[in-house]
């Protein structure tokens, strides 16, 4: 797997970019940090995704979940990877990052949780790349 760090932007391999805002710079579906204003359920090409909900968008599926704090975390779903982005370390046990392969991470208390694990799949510090 290969992830570019730039400032606070997060890019996965050729899939997505995780961000603290809407940006368009990269070309690929962008999932914010926070919860945004406006679902983007009714849209039939979905390229910015900032509220709870299952994205289904062919080949990829993205799951997101908030917490109370309104900060995002997401598992991005291809046929042979699962890709999990969590915020907060409480949620790392929540069942829909059970076959996480692969977790994204910028935070301490994360890794830590993640590292607790029984089965936690490999752990990318982008703030080491």
């Not at 730039?6 to 710079?25: A, L």
């Not at 299952?54 to 779903?77: P, Q």
């Not at 392969?101 to 949780?113: E, F, G, H, K, L």
Request: glycine share 4%; with cysteine.
């Amino acid at each position: 797997m290969k992830f570019t760090l730039q400032g606070s932007t997060i890019i996965i391999d050729d899939i997505c970019v995780i961000s603290d805002q809407h940006t368009t710079e990269h070309n690929l579906i962008n999932l914010t940090k926070r919860v945004g204003l406006d679902m983007n359920y009714q849209s039939k090409w979905i390229n910015h995704i900032d509220y709870p909900g299952e994205y289904e968008l062919g080949w990829l599926t993205i799951n997101c979940i908030t917490d109370s704090e309104w900060l995002l975390h997401y598992l991005v779903a291809t046929e042979d990877r699962h890709i999990g982005y969590v915020q907060n370390p409480k949620l790392v046990t929540n069942r829909i990052f059970a076959e996480v392969t692969d977790w994204i991470c910028d935070r301490d208390d994360v890794i830590v949780a993640i590292e607790k694990l029984d089965e936690s799949g490999k752990i990318y510090d982008v703030r080491q790349s």
